[in-house]
C-alpha cells in the first residue's frame, strides 16, 4: 500500500535554531517528492522538488534530502525564523498514472 | 507559476443546503484537481476535473455529492450537496500544467466550509 508518514506531527521551536522534519514513505514506482508549505488559511506552497537521482537540494534556508533506496526524505530548516512558523507536507508522487501521495504533515510552531 | 482564486473563501451553511465552489486560474492548465483538507489532516483527492468530460472521482467520492463543472482550461465548479456538519472542511483547487514526471501542483487559496 502507498503511503506517506510525516514525523513529527508537530514541532515548538525557538527562533534562530534549526530543524528537521522526515518523510518515510514507500509509494513505488517513485517519481518525485516534493515538500510544500501551508501557511494558516492558505493552500500549499512548493518548497523542493526530489527526483531519483536527487540526494540534496536546497531553497534559501531550506534544505531537502532524499534517500531514494531507504525511501526517506528530511527537510532541514536553518535559522528558523517566526514566518517559518506553517504545516510542511511532504508529497510522493508515484511513476505511474497521476497518483500523489499525500503525508498528514508536520506543524511547525516558531516561537520568539 | 500559476495564479488561482476561489471563490467564496470561506462560507458558513445550513444542513441539507449545497454550495457551489469556484476556481479560476490566470492561465490555462491541462489539469486541474479539488481536495478536502478536514481539521488537523493532509489532503484528500477528490477528484479530478476533466475539461469536456466528466469528473474522475477518487474511491469514497461520488458525483450525486460532489458534482464538478469544467466548461475550459481556467475555471471549474466544484459542488458540495446536502452538506452535513460532516462535511466541513478546507476545499482546495489544485493545477498542473502538464502531466509531465516533474509536473508541479499549484494550490488555490482554499474555500473554508462550515456546515450547522
Known amino acids: 500500500k502507498n503511503q506517506v508518514e510525516q514525523s513529527p506531527q508537530s514541532l515548538i521551536i525557538l527562533e534562530g535554531k534549526n530543524c528537521t522534519l522526515q518523510?518515510?514513505?514507500?509509494?513505488?514506482?517513485?517519481?518525485?517528492l516534493r515538500w510544500y508549505k501551508q501557511d494558516t488559511g492558505r493552500g500549499p506552497v512548493s518548497l523542493t522538488i526530489?527526483?531519483?537521482?536527487?540526494n540534496t537540494k536546497s531553497n534559501g534556508r531550506y534544505t531537502a534530502t532524499l534517500d531514494a533506496d531507504t525511501k526517506q526524505s528530511s527537510l532541514h530548516i536553518t535559522a528558523s525564523q517566526l514566518s517559518d512558523s506553517a504545516s510542511y507536507i511532504c508529497?510522493?508522487?508515484?511513476?505511474?498514472?497521476?497518483?500523489?501521495?499525500f503525508g498528514t504533515g508536520t506543524s511547525l510552531t516558531v516561537i520568539p | 507559476s500559476a495564479v488561482i482564486s476561489q471563490k467564496p473563501s470561506r462560507d458558513i451553511c445550513q444542513r441539507g443546503t449545497s454550495l457551489t465552489i469556484q476556481c479560476q486560474v490566470d492561465?490555462?492548465?491541462?489539469?486541474m484537481f479539488w481536495y478536502r483538507q478536514q481539521p488537523g489532516q493532509s489532503l484528500t483527492l477528490i477528484a479530478t476535473?476533466?475539461?469536456?468530460?466528466?469528473?474522475?472521482?477518487e474511491s469514497g467520492f461520488v458525483i450525486d455529492k460532489f458534482p464538478i463543472s469544467r466548461p475550459n482550461l481556467t475555471f471549474s465548479t466544484l459542488t458540495v450537496s446536502n452538506m452535513s456538519p460532516e462535511d466541513s472542511s478546507i476545499y482546495l483547487c489544485?493545477?498542473?500544467?502538464?502531466?509531465?514526471?516533474?509536473?508541479?501542483?499549484?494550490f488555490g487559496p482554499g474555500t473554508r466550509l462550515t456546515v450547522l
Open positions: 492561465s490555462q492548465v491541462t489539469m
Open positions: 518523510c518515510n514513505y514507500t509509494v513505488s514506482p517513485f517519481s518525485n
Open positions: 489544485s493545477v498542473a500544467r502538464a502531466l509531465s514526471s516533474y509536473n508541479e501542483q499549484f
Open positions: 526530489m527526483t531519483f537521482s536527487e
Open positions: 476535473a476533466n475539461q469536456g468530460s466528466e469528473a474522475t472521482y
Open positions: 508529497v510522493v508522487r508515484a511513476n505511474t498514472g497521476n497518483q500523489f501521495y
